[in-house]
Structure formats: C-alpha cells, structure tokens
C-alpha cells in the first residue's frame, strides 16, 4: 500500500512540474514540441513505477522435473547425417572442379562427447577407367583434410 501512495505522490509531483514548466513556455514557437516532451514525461512517471510491481511478482509453475542436456538420438542421428551430406556435397564440388566424376562417395565421421567432429575418411567409388584419377583424388581430399579410401569398379 505504501508504494502506491508513493506512486500517487510522484504523479503529483510531476503533475506539478508539469504544468509550472507549460505556464513558463506558453506562446513560443517550441510550445508543440515542449509539450510532446512533457507529455512523453507524464507518461513515463505513471508508467515506469508499474514496471516495478511487474518485477517484484514472481510465478510459480511448480516442478517440472529435470531439463536434461541430452539431444534426443533421432535429432542427433539426423544433424549426423545432414552434416555428413555436406562434406559430400563439399567433396564432389572439389572434384568436379578437376573434371573427376566418381560413382559413389561415401563419408564416414564420427562426433565426440564434446561434440567434436572427427571425419574418419571418404570412400570414393570411381569407374574402371578412372582409375589413374586416384592421386588427384588423393591430392584434391588431402588438400579439404579428408582421408579417402578409393575403390574401382570392375
């Protein structure tokens, strides 16, 4: 109860100055513009002590049990595979800028507790008249950091 008195008491005290400051400035050519300003600080004085009541209310939702940490194995196997579909994607823009079309490629990587990535190697698939590509190959994946195993099809 003592708050909103001294929520009144500041409306007044406002209110006061409010109006001596009107009286001082009336017939100028600021008058609309010191207005708009008074009135923005009649409003902030009725407005901003209501912000304090807002933060002094607390809720209580009760227990909702513990919020575990852990990413759900679907959602993690589904970031596995997006992530895995990007380095293929990576993979065969690198490729095809050296004029190398390979059959088939395949990432295998790995994701740590800390969800670090670990990309294992890139098993490449190339057709049987490919095959003198594969140091190219070699030198195009070493070069993104990428291990690769190359296989021919016969």
């Not at 009336?26 to 933060?55: H, N």
Request: aromatic share 6%; charged share 25%; with cysteine.
């Amino acid at each position: 109860m003592e708050s909103v008195m001294q929520w009144a008491g500041g409306i007044c005290i406002s209110c006061g100055i409010v109006c001596i400051i009107e009286m001082l400035i009336s017939d100028t050519v600021l008058e609309k513009t010191v207005r708009y300003v008074l009135g923005a600080f009649m409003l902030c004085a009725v407005i901003v002590p209501v912000g304090g009541f807002i933060r002094d209310i607390s809720f209580d939702f009760g227990d909702f049990g513990e919020i575990s940490d852990e990413i759900p194995e679907d959602i993690e196997n589904e970031r596995i595979e997006y992530l895995k579909s990007e380095i293929k994607k990576l993979i065969v823009r690198n490729l095809e800028d050296e004029n190398i079309f390979p059959k088939e490629i395949c990432v295998n990587m790995d994701i740590d507790e800390d969800n670090c990535i670990s990309i294992i190697t890139a098993d490449i698939l190339l057709e049987n008249g490919d095959v003198h590509k594969s140091q190219k190959i070699r030198n195009v994946l070493d070069s993104l950091g990428i291990g690769c195993n190359i296989s021919v099809l016969e």
